[in-house]
């Protein structure tokens, strides 16, 4: 079977190569949209407005004015990068005291995408 793209992190695949790869085009799309959300502004090289940067709501008092700055910064990504993705949803759970981690964050994304009259939801876990 052939595949889209190379699945991430890295790791070998003797079935697929030397790489494991998405085979679907929700998997691709999946990872694509990770990445937008775990990218921090001015890491990609040769793009430097690429990434919704939401790593750096760790270690901050999360409020409303946070939140909603991720949720401006995600979905103008999302529209920017992947305009045949529509934002249905984003859910940020702060922690609430009975957590282990204080700066733990959850954020859960609720998405369709339109060509494949697909819903999906990407949910991250974000640990200092």
Do not use: C, H, W
């Not at 085009?25 to 990218?39: H, S």
């Not at 750096?56 to 103008?76: C, D, W």
Request: aromatic share 6%; charged share 20%.
């Amino acid at each position: 079977m052939s595949g889209i793209s190379v699945k991430l992190p890295l790791q070998y695949d003797s079935e697929d190569g030397p790489y494991e790869l998405n085979k679907t085009i929700t998997d691709t799309v999946k990872q694509n949209l990770k990445m937008i959300v775990l990218t921090d502004p001015g890491e990609r090289v040769m793009n430097p407005r690429f990434g919704a940067g939401i790593k750096r709501m760790l270690f901050e008092n999360v409020g409303s004015p946070q939140i909603g700055a991720v949720k401006n910064a995600v979905t103008s990504q999302i529209n920017k990068y992947l305009p045949f993705v529509e934002l249905v949803d984003i859910i940020v759970i702060e922690p609430d005291g009975s957590s282990v981690n204080e700066n733990s964050i959850q954020v859960k994304i609720q998405y369709y995408i339109k060509p494949l009259k697909a819903s999906d939801i990407l949910e991250i876990i974000l640990n200092p």
